[in-house]
């Protein structure tokens, strides 16, 4: 049974179900398929558990700029959360998706940005759990009241014309988090342009985890930021500023605190690429 600051397993999980100081989170949600998180929940979850979406309550409205996944309106989000019983640094919150991190990470760092730290990820999500035949159900999680006021570190996020700047900036290390051959501008499935912010370096979100959606050991995830020097500045980014929360966990557990967050990533990057034209 394994429970840190930043992560559960399964068995604990377990344990815990009837436990009134947690709330479970499914983040469940496919690229492409808007609806399919919602479905996968409805038809089978973790018992107890509540669902948000990726794109209709961890997101805002796409605008021209902004990228594919604008961070939501802080008050709209807090009332939410009031909603389903978390009280602001009282309530631990599981939040588990089945993809190796990457939409549970969005929650996991929209809540610490909010000031809410008492929330860790399941390891292994929702494939550990069904396979060791814990509880699951098709009803919704029994709300109860909560109070969460938002406190946001803004210094935590950085736009277009930061990101600019820091790329002049010795102090300052700019993470792209999404695949090689997209760094690379090789392939392109998603936006219009192809590439990455100049100056960028790689490291591919996926790489803090195993196939099977465990996370790899805390040594590793030194490991992957040992080459950073330290007091950096560390900016992080990927498509839209999902998976790049990926990263920003494994860099918590490594330790790297001075870590912000680009939302806008390339895809707000590019837009202004496709304005000059």
């Not at 609806?35 to 979850?45: I, R």
């Not at 959360?81 to 996991?108: C, H, M, P």
């Not at 709300?143 to 002049?168: E, H, R």
Request: charged share 20%.
């Amino acid at each position: 049974m394994k429970k840190t600051e930043y992560l559960v397993d399964s068995e604990w999980l377990a344990q815990n179900l009837d436990n009134p100081e947690v709330v479970i989170i499914d983040c469940r949600f496919q690229l492409g398929k808007p609806n399919w998180g919602q479905e996968q929940y409805d038809a089978s979850h973790i018992q107890g558990a509540f669902y948000l979406d990726l794109e209709k309550d961890l997101s805002s409205k796409v605008e021209r700029h902004g990228g594919r996944h604008p961070l939501p309106d802080v008050d709209i989000l807090s009332k939410k959360f009031s909603e389903l019983g978390i009280v602001k640094n009282q309530t631990l919150v599981v939040a588990y998706d089945d993809a190796r991190f990457a939409f549970a990470s969005r929650l996991w760092w929209l809540l610490r940005h909010l000031g809410h730290d008492t929330v860790v990820l399941l390891d292994g999500g929702w494939q550990d759990w069904v396979k060791h035949n814990y509880p699951v159900s098709n009803v919704k999680g029994e709300t109860k009241p909560g109070s969460f006021i938002a406190q946001p570190s803004l210094d935590w996020i950085v736009d277009i014309n930061q990101v600019k700047s820091a790329q002049n900036q010795d102090t300052a290390i700019i993470i792209d988090s999404r695949s090689r051959d997209r760094y690379a501008g090789i392939s392109e499935p998603i936006d219009p342009v192809a590439g990455s912010i100049p100056g960028a370096i790689n490291c591919f979100w996926q790489d803090i985890s195993d196939e099977s959606g465990y996370l790899k050991p805390h040594q590793e995830q030194q490991d992957l930021w040992q080459d950073l020097k330290p007091g950096s500045e560390v900016i992080v980014y990927c498509g839209s500023g999902v998976t790049a929360c990926v990263n920003l966990f494994s860099l918590a557990i490594a330790g790297i605190n001075n870590t912000k967050l680009y939302p806008g990533g390339w895809s707000d990057w590019c837009s202004y690429l496709l304005a000059e034209d």
